[in-house]
Nanobody, 123 residues
Framework: QVQLVESGGGLVQAGGSLRLSCAAS????????MGWFRQTPGKERKFVAA????????YYADSVKGRFTISRDNAKNTVYLQMNSLKPEDTAVYYC????????????????WGQGTQVTVSS
């Protein structure tokens, strides 16, 4: 099991940028792919981005392609989500999680969710 703690959320104007971090405990962090999801009140968590264990492969939701970049530093046990050109519709609580299943986009393929960090984009 891995414990995950997200940080870096906040309030930003449309067009601005934020970088989220997800710090992981445990020696096996580098063995797992990781993902970011987001959730708005009353709705299910939606896939945002994922990265393979070594960082060579990345995956993005269509809604964030070209604006968000996922990366990881296994020496620091941390995965990042750089968010540029933010839009009001990006407002959500953002979660990171460890990928344990074969899929990429479904939250059921992930485990060890963090507590989330709020991102609010004002228009």
């Amino acid at each position: 099991q891995v414990q995950l703690v997200e940080s870096g959320g906040g309030l930003v104007q449309a067009g601005g940028s934020l970088r989220l971090s997800c710090a992981a405990s445990g020696r096996t962090f580098s063995s797992y792919a990781m993902g970011w999801f987001r959730q708005t009140p009353g709705k299910e968590r939606k896939f945002v981005a994922a990265i393979s264990w070594g960082g060579a492969a990345t995956y993005y939701a269509d809604s964030v392609k070209g604006r968000f970049t996922i990366s990881r530093d296994n020496a620091k046990n941390t995965v990042y989500l750089q968010m540029n050109s933010l839009k009001p519709e990006d407002t959500a609580v953002y979660y990171c999680a460890r990928k344990v299943g074969v899929g990429v986009h479904n939250e059921n393929d992930y485990d060890d969710w963090g507590q989330g960090t709020q991102v609010t984009v004002s228009s």
